[in-house]
């Protein structure tokens, strides 16, 4: 099944993620795009978290979701959507705590909230693992890795939410996907990808 990712990063890489689980929390746009990207990779288990429901005008970037979907679970929904392969995936219909009793290799944040990506921090560092920060904004996105460096230095606040376009989504969940595999192949270094399409695409990267 997993024949020209094995011709890639090999056995052994490809063994190490069959060991590996992951937490996405948020199953958005975002979501959509890092748990359907994550989901036939050979992960032993992915966990989705949300509160939420979906709505009609959710459809347009939120692209496992059709018009027969306004008002399910959004994590439920999802986790049913991505049952392509071998791996276990779990829904946990409701809000996210630092707390929470699972046993994961790294957390993507998906959400946007920045009170949950505190929370995100907190249960990342508290249990020794990376996280991935990740966020759409018109034409800019934000993602990166995250250790023993604090996000908020890169993040903002909660204000307005604005448009979206639904490739900025997928190109910024695209790269947090790919960011969170080299993580758990043993590649965990943190770094923070600015992205800027308004005119042409625009990539500053941080080191720290």
Known sequence: MYRRQIELIGKEKQDILSQRSVLIVGCGGLG???ATTLSCIGLENIYLIDFDIIEKHNIHRQFQFSLNDVGESKAKKLCEKIKRCDTKIEAIDGYFDENLDIEVDI???ATDNFEVRKKIDKF????QIPWIY????EWH?????FKKTSF???ATKNHNVKGQLPPMVNLIGSISSMLGVKCLIGDS?????????EKDLEIKKFSF
Not at 124 to 127: E, Q, R
Not at 134 to 137: G, I, L, M, Q, T
Not at 141 to 145: A, I, L, N, P, T
């Open 152 to 154: 908020e230095i890169f």
């Open 134 to 137: 990740a966020s759409v904004e």
């Open 32 to 34: 959509n795009i890092i």
């Open 189 to 197: 270094k943190e770094i923070f990808y600015y992205v800027n399409f």
């Open 124 to 127: 990342a560092k508290n249990n």
């Open 141 to 145: 996105g934000q993602v990166g890795v």
């Open 107 to 109: 957390v993507f944040d």
